[in-house]
């Protein structure tokens, strides 16, 4: 279907060839929440053939001023994130092939599903998971794209954004990279008692620390957006991807981030030395 009169206008860009690459493709995308549910919904109307959406998190009331596809009656239902980017995407392309896994990410079925995939996005909050994920991927040679938003700053300094980085042989990750939140991994490791006594060593509030940050819907659509771009640009040719680009909301303006990754990464190791990078 990839020759279907729906996308003229995608063809007009990059051509029958490159349209025919999408719908070839069959992409993970890990995390259905406020970053994946955009990604979802773009990949389904540029006419990606396949998704696997793994996310094992439901919507909640607090989901609702982000997840797009979600309403307050999922909320009331406690429906699954990935089930909500399921519905959505049969509705914009009723052919697509969706996949849907609503276990953690190192559940068996999760990593055959994302296995089973040409690419990965990955849209997780957790920088534990996030580096499960990495490992997945560069174990078995997946590119992948890592997407991020984020906030912080105080008292009239407040900074938000997000960031894409791009992985396709294994020359990068965004521990080598420096993307990670060490402290975040750290806490991530801890037992009960030891949060507790972090929490009074640092004078870090118990309720915070599990809390979520901010998140919101148009920082969310800028970085989906950013990386569906990258990745669309990369699977049809039209020019390498960048491998990172830093959307800066506070200044509005997107940049090209040009730092090296730190030599010898225990993650990048593990790539195959021969795989398919792309089309």
């Not at 979520?212 to 640009?233: D, K, Q, Y």
């Amino acid at each position: 279907m990839a020759d279907h009169p729906r996308y003229s206008r995608n063809v007009a860009l990059f051509g029958q060839a490159g349209q025919t690459r999408v719908a070839a493709s069959r992409v993970a995308i890990v995390g259905a929440g406020g970053i994946g549910s955009h990604v979802a919904q773009q990949l389904s109307h540029l006419g990606v053939g396949a998704l696997s959406v793994v996310d094992p998190d439901v919507v909640t009331t607090s989901s609702l001023n982000r997840l797009v596809g979600a309403t307050p009656q999922d909320a009331a239902a406690a429906s699954y994130k990935a089930v909500i980017a399921q519905r959505m995407c049969a509705a914009i392309l009723p052919e697509m092939r969706i996949r849907v896994v609503t276990a953690p990410l190192l559940d068996q079925g999760a990593q055959e599903a994302i296995l089973a995939c040409t690419s990965v996005m990955s849209c997780l909050d957790d920088d534990a998971a996030r580096l499960d994920l990495i490992a997945i991927c560069c174990r078995n040679g997946l590119p992948f794209f890592d997407l991020a938003t984020d906030t912080g700053g105080s008292n009239g300094n407040t900074w938000y954004g997000g960031r894409v980085m791009f992985s396709g042989a294994g020359e990068r990750c965004p521990l080598c990279m420096d993307l990670i939140n060490q402290s975040a991994l750290q806490r991530a490791a801890m037992s009960v008692d030891q949060l507790e006594v972090d929490a009074t060593i640092y004078g870090v509030g118990r309720d915070d620390l599990n809390a979520s940050g901010p998140s919101v819907v148009s920082l969310n659509g800028v970085v989906a957006s950013l990386a569906v771009t990258e990745w669309m640009v990369w699977t049809t040719g039209l020019r390498s991807p960048n491998a990172l680009v830093e959307y800066r909301g506070s200044v509005g303006a997107s940049f090209i981030g040009n730092d090296a990754p730190r030599p010898d990464c225990y993650y990048c190791r593990m790539w195959p030395t021969q795989t398919a990078t792309g089309f």
